[in-house]
Each structure stands twice: as structure tokens, then as C-alpha cells.
């Protein structure tokens, strides 16, 4: 599979079809950009089981701005419809074959686990601050 062109119109349902989603966030006048693009297009052709997409941040400013994207060109991985990875810089092509492999044996239960586990921990600071240092306290 070649890559697919992501707009702000495209990319939810994108990321809701498929199971694992590599999106390259670039730019047309970004050196490091061109560098990258020629291998994530070669690794596409690897990988039929992925989507690899790619959003130009000078057409979809929003898209960019949505996912706070500072650097170009920035990956971002997303495995059942769940960011698992986002990193900026252009990924050698071992890095990035070493990347998919990482991706492709997540255990998605346990990250699902670990993100409800970190909003329970959110929700937890801010209602038993007060419990925890009587705790704390009582130890002592």
C-alpha cells in the first residue's frame, strides 16, 4: 500500500479504520521532509497491513495545530485508534522497520489499562489531596 494523502476532512475516519496508522506530518519546502519521504513511501509498500499517511502542514494548519506538531517532519503512530507514538525528526529506515515491529506487538489491553489507570491518578489528585497526606503523615 502507498501512502494516502490525510485531511482534516479524512482523518478521523482514517484513524477509526484502521488498526495501525503511521502519519507523517511534513512540509513541501522541509529538507529533512524530502530526506524521509522516499523511505516511508518504500517501507509502505512492506507493510499492505498499515496505513501510512501523510498531512502536508502548510495545507491543513489545523490539523498541525490540533496535535501541537513544532517540528517537521513529526511521526505519529496511532494502534486502535490510541496515539502510541509521536516523535519528531526523519526516522532511518531500520528505525523506522524497528518502530512498526514495536507497534505491531503492543499489547493494546495494557495500554488501554495504563491510560484509564493515569485518568483515575488525575482524578485522584485532584479530589484526595487531602487524604493522601493523612496518610503520609500517619506512617510517620
Known amino acids: 500500500m502507498s501512502t494516502v494523502t490525510l ?5 478521523e475516519k482514517t484513524i477509526l479504520d484502521g488498526d495501525i496508522v503511521l502519519v507523517d506530518f511534513w512540509a513541501e519546502w522541509c529538507g529533512p521532509c524530502k530526506m524521509f519521504g522516499p523511505t516511508y513511501e518504500k ?8 496505513t501510512f499517511a501523510k498531512v ?8 498541525a495545530g490540533y496535535f501541537q506538531i513544532r517540528s517537521i517532519p513529526t511521526l505519529m503512530a496511532f ?4 496515539g502510541v507514538f509521536s516523535q ?3 526516522l532511518p529506515e531500520d528505525a523506522l522497520i524497528d518502530l512498526i515491529g514495536q507497534i505491531e506487538g503492543l499489547d493494546m489491553d495494557a495500554v488501554r489499562e495504563e491510560i484509564e ?10 479530589h484526595d489531596h487531602d487524604h493522601e ?4 503523615g500517619s506512617d510517620a
Open 7 to 11: 485531511t482534516k476532512d479524512t482523518f
Open 43 to 50: 517501507i509502505s509498500e512492506q507493510y499492505p497491513n498499515i
Open 56 to 63: 502536508d502542514t502548510e495545507a491543513e494548519p489545523e490539523l
Open 79 to 82: 494502534k486502535e485508534q490510541i
Open 88 to 90: 519528531p525528526g526523519a
Open 117 to 126: 489507570n493515569d485518568a483515575k491518578d488525575a482524578e485522584g489528585d485532584d
Open 133 to 136: 497526606h493523612e496518610h503520609a
